[in-house]
T-cell receptor, first 116, second 115 residues
Framework: AQKVTQAQTEISVVEKEDVTLDCVYETRDTTYYLFWYKQPPSGELVFLIRRNSFDEQNEISGRYSWNFQKSTSSFNFTITASQVVDSAVYFCALSEGDTGRRALTFGSGTRLQVQP | DVKVTQSSRYLVKRTGEKVFLECVQDMDHENMFWYRQDPGLGLRLIYFSYDVKMKEKGDIPEGYSVSREKKERFSLILESASTNQTSMYLC??????????????FGPGTRLLVL
Protein backbone atom coordinates (compact mmCIF):
# COMPACT_ATOMS: atom_id res chain seq x y z
CA ALA A 1 0.00 0.00 0.00
CA GLN A 2 1.15 3.50 -0.69
CA LYS A 3 2.24 5.86 2.04
CA VAL A 4 3.41 9.46 2.26
CA THR A 5 5.42 10.76 5.20
CA GLN A 6 5.92 14.39 6.06
CA ALA A 7 8.05 14.19 9.16
CA GLN A 8 8.03 17.93 9.85
CA THR A 9 4.83 18.81 11.64
CA GLU A 10 5.54 22.51 11.94
CA ILE A 11 8.29 24.83 10.75
CA SER A 12 8.77 28.43 11.72
CA VAL A 13 11.10 30.75 9.81
CA VAL A 14 11.72 34.44 9.54
CA GLU A 15 10.87 36.22 6.32
CA LYS A 16 13.49 35.91 3.57
CA GLU A 17 14.85 32.65 4.92
CA ASP A 18 14.90 29.61 2.65
CA VAL A 19 12.93 26.62 3.85
CA THR A 20 12.67 23.00 2.66
CA LEU A 21 9.67 20.81 3.29
CA ASP A 22 10.42 17.11 3.22
CA CYS A 23 8.29 14.39 1.66
CA VAL A 24 9.08 10.68 1.56
CA TYR A 25 6.79 8.23 -0.20
CA GLU A 26 6.31 4.48 -0.49
CA THR A 27 4.76 2.69 -3.43
CA ARG A 28 5.10 -0.57 -5.31
CA ASP A 29 3.95 0.87 -8.61
CA THR A 30 6.43 1.88 -11.26
CA THR A 31 4.02 4.50 -12.56
CA TYR A 32 2.86 7.08 -10.07
CA TYR A 33 2.34 10.79 -9.61
CA LEU A 34 3.47 13.09 -6.85
CA PHE A 35 1.84 16.34 -5.88
CA TRP A 36 2.23 19.29 -3.60
CA TYR A 37 -0.75 21.29 -2.40
CA LYS A 38 -0.91 24.45 -0.32
CA GLN A 39 -3.70 25.04 2.18
CA PRO A 40 -3.84 28.68 3.32
CA PRO A 41 -5.92 29.67 6.36
CA SER A 42 -8.99 30.00 4.11
CA GLY A 43 -9.01 26.19 3.87
CA GLU A 44 -9.02 25.52 0.15
CA LEU A 45 -6.26 23.26 -1.14
CA VAL A 46 -4.34 24.91 -3.94
CA PHE A 47 -2.55 22.73 -6.45
CA LEU A 48 1.16 23.58 -6.78
CA ILE A 49 2.83 20.87 -8.79
CA ARG A 50 2.38 17.40 -10.28
CA ARG A 51 5.29 15.14 -11.15
CA ASN A 52 5.19 11.71 -12.77
CA SER A 53 7.54 8.90 -11.84
CA PHE A 54 9.38 8.96 -15.14
CA ASP A 55 10.41 12.57 -14.91
CA GLU A 56 13.12 13.17 -12.34
CA GLN A 57 14.00 16.63 -13.52
CA ASN A 58 13.90 19.20 -10.80
CA GLU A 59 11.49 22.04 -11.32
CA ILE A 60 11.61 25.68 -10.45
CA SER A 61 8.71 28.09 -10.46
CA GLY A 62 9.61 31.51 -9.17
CA ARG A 63 10.58 31.12 -5.54
CA TYR A 64 9.41 27.51 -5.46
CA SER A 65 11.52 24.53 -6.41
CA TRP A 66 11.04 20.80 -6.16
CA ASN A 67 13.65 18.06 -5.89
CA PHE A 68 12.47 14.60 -6.94
CA GLN A 69 14.82 11.71 -6.17
CA LYS A 70 13.59 8.20 -6.89
CA SER A 71 16.67 6.68 -5.27
CA THR A 72 15.57 8.00 -1.88
CA SER A 73 11.81 8.09 -2.64
CA SER A 74 11.71 11.75 -1.83
CA PHE A 75 9.98 14.75 -3.33
CA ASN A 76 11.11 17.79 -1.37
CA PHE A 77 9.82 21.32 -1.74
CA THR A 78 11.95 24.41 -1.21
CA ILE A 79 10.74 27.97 -0.85
CA THR A 80 13.45 30.54 -1.44
CA ALA A 81 13.29 33.91 0.29
CA SER A 82 10.11 33.02 2.15
CA GLN A 83 7.34 35.56 2.59
CA VAL A 84 4.54 35.92 5.11
CA VAL A 85 2.05 34.93 2.39
CA ASP A 86 3.75 31.53 2.25
CA SER A 87 2.35 30.72 5.69
CA ALA A 88 0.10 27.73 5.18
CA VAL A 89 -0.13 23.99 5.59
CA TYR A 90 1.58 22.13 2.77
CA PHE A 91 0.61 18.63 1.76
CA CYS A 92 2.54 16.14 -0.28
CA ALA A 93 0.43 13.49 -2.03
CA LEU A 94 0.82 10.36 -4.11
CA SER A 95 -1.37 8.83 -6.80
CA GLU A 96 -0.68 5.43 -8.28
CA GLY A 97 -1.50 4.09 -11.72
CA ASP A 98 -2.53 5.51 -15.02
CA THR A 99 -6.28 5.16 -14.89
CA GLY A 100 -7.04 8.58 -13.52
CA ARG A 101 -9.49 7.01 -11.14
CA ARG A 102 -7.06 6.66 -8.29
CA ALA A 103 -7.49 8.85 -5.28
CA LEU A 104 -4.64 10.66 -3.64
CA THR A 105 -2.79 9.45 -0.59
CA PHE A 106 -1.80 12.46 1.47
CA GLY A 107 0.89 13.04 4.01
CA SER A 108 -0.12 14.54 7.32
CA GLY A 109 0.99 18.01 6.23
CA THR A 110 3.61 20.51 7.34
CA ARG A 111 2.49 23.80 8.83
CA LEU A 112 4.80 26.60 7.75
CA GLN A 113 4.80 29.85 9.67
CA VAL A 114 6.75 32.73 8.19
CA GLN A 115 7.33 35.48 10.71
CA PRO A 116 7.80 39.08 9.51
CA ASP B 1 -10.29 27.95 -14.24
CA VAL B 2 -11.59 24.88 -12.49
CA LYS B 3 -14.29 25.68 -10.03
CA VAL B 4 -15.37 23.33 -7.27
CA THR B 5 -17.98 24.63 -4.89
CA GLN B 6 -19.35 23.20 -1.69
CA SER B 7 -22.78 24.04 -0.35
CA SER B 8 -21.70 25.25 3.07
CA ARG B 9 -18.49 26.56 4.63
CA TYR B 10 -19.69 25.90 8.18
CA LEU B 11 -22.34 23.54 9.46
CA VAL B 12 -23.54 22.70 12.96
CA LYS B 13 -25.69 19.61 13.44
CA ARG B 14 -26.93 17.50 16.32
CA THR B 15 -26.11 13.86 16.95
CA GLY B 16 -28.43 11.60 15.01
CA GLU B 17 -29.34 14.13 12.34
CA LYS B 18 -29.06 13.27 8.67
CA VAL B 19 -26.55 15.57 7.01
CA PHE B 20 -26.09 16.34 3.33
CA LEU B 21 -22.92 17.91 1.98
CA GLU B 22 -23.12 19.00 -1.63
CA CYS B 23 -20.30 19.48 -4.09
CA VAL B 24 -20.55 20.89 -7.60
CA GLN B 25 -17.85 21.23 -10.24
CA ASP B 26 -18.16 23.13 -13.48
CA MET B 27 -15.39 21.54 -15.55
CA ASP B 28 -17.10 18.37 -16.76
CA HIS B 29 -14.75 16.20 -14.69
CA GLU B 30 -15.45 12.47 -14.55
CA ASN B 31 -13.89 11.85 -11.15
CA MET B 32 -15.13 13.31 -7.91
CA PHE B 33 -13.89 12.65 -4.38
CA TRP B 34 -14.80 13.26 -0.78
CA TYR B 35 -12.08 13.54 1.85
CA ARG B 36 -12.11 14.42 5.49
CA GLN B 37 -9.27 16.32 7.09
CA ASP B 38 -8.31 15.95 10.73
CA PRO B 39 -5.31 17.44 12.56
CA GLY B 40 -2.25 15.25 12.32
CA LEU B 41 -3.92 12.84 9.92
CA GLY B 42 -3.87 14.76 6.68
CA LEU B 43 -6.69 14.05 4.25
CA ARG B 44 -8.35 10.67 4.17
CA LEU B 45 -10.54 9.41 1.36
CA ILE B 46 -14.15 8.63 2.21
CA TYR B 47 -15.63 7.83 -1.22
CA PHE B 48 -14.99 8.57 -4.82
CA SER B 49 -16.96 8.38 -8.03
CA TYR B 50 -15.66 7.98 -11.57
CA ASP B 51 -18.98 8.32 -13.36
CA VAL B 52 -22.63 9.09 -12.81
CA LYS B 53 -24.19 6.57 -10.43
CA MET B 54 -20.80 4.91 -9.90
CA LYS B 55 -19.04 5.00 -6.56
CA GLU B 56 -16.23 3.29 -4.74
CA LYS B 57 -15.38 3.18 -1.08
CA GLY B 58 -12.28 4.91 0.08
CA ASP B 59 -10.30 4.33 3.24
CA ILE B 60 -12.91 5.41 5.79
CA PRO B 61 -16.43 4.92 4.35
CA GLU B 62 -18.12 3.79 7.57
CA GLY B 63 -20.96 6.06 8.58
CA TYR B 64 -21.11 7.76 5.17
CA SER B 65 -22.85 7.26 1.87
CA VAL B 66 -22.70 9.18 -1.41
CA SER B 67 -24.86 10.00 -4.36
CA ARG B 68 -23.95 10.99 -7.90
CA GLU B 69 -27.04 11.49 -10.01
CA LYS B 70 -25.49 14.12 -12.27
CA LYS B 71 -21.96 14.41 -13.54
CA GLU B 72 -21.34 17.79 -11.95
CA ARG B 73 -22.71 16.99 -8.51
CA PHE B 74 -21.44 14.64 -5.80
CA SER B 75 -23.19 14.47 -2.45
CA LEU B 76 -21.88 13.12 0.82
CA ILE B 77 -24.49 11.87 3.27
CA LEU B 78 -24.09 11.26 6.96
CA GLU B 79 -27.04 8.99 7.71
CA SER B 80 -26.93 9.62 11.46
CA ALA B 81 -24.34 12.17 12.45
CA SER B 82 -22.07 11.38 15.37
CA THR B 83 -19.61 13.54 17.27
CA ASN B 84 -16.64 11.68 15.79
CA GLN B 85 -17.72 12.96 12.39
CA THR B 86 -16.87 16.50 13.41
CA SER B 87 -14.27 17.38 10.84
CA MET B 88 -13.36 19.38 7.77
CA TYR B 89 -14.81 17.85 4.60
CA LEU B 90 -13.18 18.51 1.27
CA CYS B 91 -14.53 17.72 -2.16
CA UNK B 92 -12.31 17.36 -5.22
CA UNK B 93 -12.67 16.59 -8.89
CA UNK B 94 -10.34 15.50 -11.67
CA UNK B 95 -10.43 14.80 -15.36
CA UNK B 96 -9.98 11.31 -16.71
CA UNK B 97 -7.79 10.48 -19.66
CA UNK B 98 -6.04 13.70 -20.49
CA UNK B 99 -2.66 15.23 -19.86
CA UNK B 100 -4.14 16.78 -16.75
CA UNK B 101 -5.37 13.49 -15.37
CA UNK B 102 -4.74 12.75 -11.76
CA UNK B 103 -4.57 16.41 -10.79
CA UNK B 104 -7.37 16.95 -8.32
CA UNK B 105 -8.92 20.35 -7.78
CA PHE B 106 -10.46 21.07 -4.43
CA GLY B 107 -13.40 22.99 -3.11
CA PRO B 108 -13.15 25.37 -0.15
CA GLY B 109 -14.19 22.75 2.38
CA THR B 110 -17.04 22.41 4.87
CA ARG B 111 -16.31 22.56 8.57
CA LEU B 112 -18.88 20.32 10.23
CA LEU B 113 -19.49 20.38 13.96
CA VAL B 114 -21.68 17.64 15.40
CA LEU B 115 -22.97 18.39 18.90
Amino acid sequence: AQKVTQAQTEISVVEKEDVTLDCVYETRDTTYYLFWYKQPPSGELVFLIRRNSFDEQNEISGRYSWNFQKSTSSFNFTITASQVVDSAVYFCALSEGDTGRRALTFGSGTRLQVQP
Amino acid sequence: DVKVTQSSRYLVKRTGEKVFLECVQDMDHENMFWYRQDPGLGLRLIYFSYDVKMKEKGDIPEGYSVSREKKERFSLILESASTNQTSMYLCASSLLGSSQKETQYFGPGTRLLVL
